[in-house]
């Protein structure tokens, strides 16, 4: 097991699912003895419904992250050569793009769940917009490993927070590193007794656990924001459903009643017809027979 591999299922998964499988993935490696590979496996930031949202574009939608990266690579072109006509048609390309794979996103994301709210849109378009400009978060896009959205606002690198692609260089960005862990400058480090369990292993830093903590936490808020927005949905059509198929069900039942009147009505006419049957049957037996016996009691020549 290798810290790539870790970090390309790790963030193929859904936010949920990510404490879980990391937690797992963690104890796997100290049991193989790697424990330094352990404690950068916990060190990976779960991430946001929107850097999720992207990474699955990235793994589900190739194609259409490789025409929107295409047209970055001609912006950033035109803009190199000042070529303002050519600006303003990819300016317009560049909306339409943008808007088709954001659309693109939310569909793949309700396929497995998970229905977009709006800001979360809005943060994948901005990302987007910013892979356009910037060919740092154009690499991020392209790894499909962000653990949070990128923006940009046109001067310098995009913020972005991505995990590199062989776990050790980063994507230096403008507010954010690029690695899920947070940078850390050199600290003097106090002697204090060997502890040969713990020879490998860096000190812990309190305020880090905590600062992760928090952000995996409001990236369950966003998480569960988006799962209630979906249940809310969700019931809203059942509910809508529940009713149509209540006045059908009353339709129905008067439908069944005034048939069931219907038949006890036909169900009387017909007993009554058939008594008059019966009897006007009996009655021509009766004179059919009283015809035979006159017939046989005239005299022959008569």
Known sequence: MTLDQV??????????????????RVRQARDAGDKALAATIGKLRR????????????????????????????????QRRLSAEQLRALTTQRQKVVNAVTRKAAEL???RGH???????????????????????????????????ATYEGFGPAALIAVPNDGHRSFRTRSATAHPTEDRAEKPVTPRRADP???????????AEVRRELEEMLAEVESARAAVTSA???????????????????????????????????????RSARETLQRAQKHLDGVERR???ARKQLTPGV
Do not use: C, K, M
Request: hydrophobic share 45%; no cysteine; charged share 25%.
């Open 47 to 78: 991430p946001t419904v929107a850097a999720w949202a992207l990474n699955l574009l990235s793994r589900e939608a190739s194609d259409e992250v490789r025409a929107l990266l295409e047209v970055g690579d001609a912006l950033r072109d035109a």
């Open 197 to 207: 369990t713990a020879a490998d292993e860096p000190a812990p830093d309190p305020q």
């Open 7 to 24: 970090v390309a299922e790790l963030y193929g998964l859904s936010p949920a699912e990510f404490v879980a499988v990391r937690t797992e």
């Open 291 to 293: 015809i035979e016996r």
């Open 232 to 270: 809310r949905s969700t019931h809203a059509t059942a509910a809508a459903d529940l009713a149509d198929l209540d006045d059908r069900i009353e339709a129905l039942r008067a439908e069944l009643t005034e048939a069931e009147h219907r038949h006890r009505f036909t169900a009387a006419t017909e």
């Open 109 to 111: 994301a309700a396929g």
């Open 115 to 149: 229905h977009l709210t709006e800001p979360v849109l809005r943060d994948i378009g901005a990302s987007l917009q910013a892979a356009l400009a910037d060919q740092t978060v154009a690499d991020g896009l392209r790894a499909g490993t962000l653990t949070a959205a």
